[in-house]
């Protein structure tokens, strides 16, 4: 009981001290600017619309086979990315390519957008079907994806194939 006491005497006195120093006196209410809050990448959970064509990228820990997207995308410039808990349907606002054949550790660029949110997907060639596979039409990325909204961003690092 001892201790409490003079515990709470110092927690007034650095309270009354701060709000002193940021010019609010005893009696005043201040408004304190609300935290941004932070992105968090998902998986998608709505996949059917992005099947016909297009990018699928994973974190560079899943494997292909876990379908477990953190991005994709179709030819007709439409996106799809689960922020904060929800699919969110982005819309392609310009690219950058690489000029001529591709070749590995060619780099591109995408940039979409949805409200508020913004999406850089900056894409480096990783490696090309094998060539006696001729029904396989896919080129392997490795990406990053940068999410921005507000002054935040998140960035993570993915894997995966663009093609039909």
């Not at 508020?116 to 994806?145: K, L, M, Q, W």
């Amino acid at each position: 009981m001892g201790v409490i006491r003079p515990l709470r005497k110092f927690v007034f006195l650095a309270a009354w001290l701060y709000g002193a120093s940021q010019g609010v006196s005893s009696g005043q209410t201040r408004v304190v600017p609300q935290l941004k809050e932070d992105i968090a990448v998902g998986i998608v959970k709505d996949v059917r619309e992005f099947h016909q064509g297009g990018c699928e990228l994973l974190r560079t820990t899943d494997k292909y086979a876990s379908e477990r997207y953190v991005f994709l995308s179709n030819f007709e410039g439409s996106a799809v990315m689960n922020l904060n808990g929800r699919d969110t349907k982005l819309m392609l606002i310009r690219e950058t390519k690489a000029k001529g054949d591709l070749k590995e550790r060619d780099r591109s660029s995408a940039w979409y957008r949805a409200g508020a949110v913004e999406v850089r997907v900056d894409y480096t060639v990783s490696g090309f079907c094998p060539p006696d596979h001729e029904s396989c039409e896919v080129i392997y990325y490795n990406a990053t994806v940068v999410v921005s909204r507000q002054g935040v961003q998140k960035t993570v690092l993915a894997h995966g194939l663009c093609g039909s």
